[in-house]
Nanobody
């Protein structure tokens, strides 16, 4: 059983940066594709970025492309999300999850239904 844990959220000014980290309390991320998602109040969960387990292939949602960057360290068992140029539409609870069946991300887009082992999330607030 894999239990994911997110950290790194907080308050940042518009245009600022934050780095979120996804780790595990049990199990390992090494074999799985891992993705970051977010959900704001009253909105559906949005897929942001995905990274493959060994090929390093990444794919991004349109709203965060070229602002957010996903990386992973399979030795440290972490997947990070570097968020730059944060905007007023970015506040949400941010989650990471793993794909239990596939080690790669779909090139056609992040398929949210494939992911499980959701963490508790970390809150990101953007305000001046």
């Amino acid at each position: 059983q894999v239990q994911l844990v997110e950290s790194g959220g907080g308050l940042v000014q518009p245009g600022g940066s934050l780095r979120l980290s996804c780790g595990v309390s049990t199990g390992t991320l090494g074999k799985y594709a891992v993705a970051w998602f977010r959900q704001a109040p009253g909105k559906v969960r949005e897929a942001l970025a995905c990274i493959g387990s060994t090929d390093g292939f990444t794919t991004y949602g349109a709203s965060v492309k070229r602002r957010f960057f996903i990386t992973r360290n399979n030795v440290q068992n972490t997947v990070d999300l570097q968020m730059n140029n944060l905007e007023p539409d970015d506040p949400a609870v941010y989650y990471c999850a793993r794909d239990p069946q596939y080690s790669y991300c779909a090139a056609s887009g992040i398929r949210t239904h494939r992911f499980d082992s959701w963490g508790q999330g970390t809150q990101v607030t953007v305000s001046s």
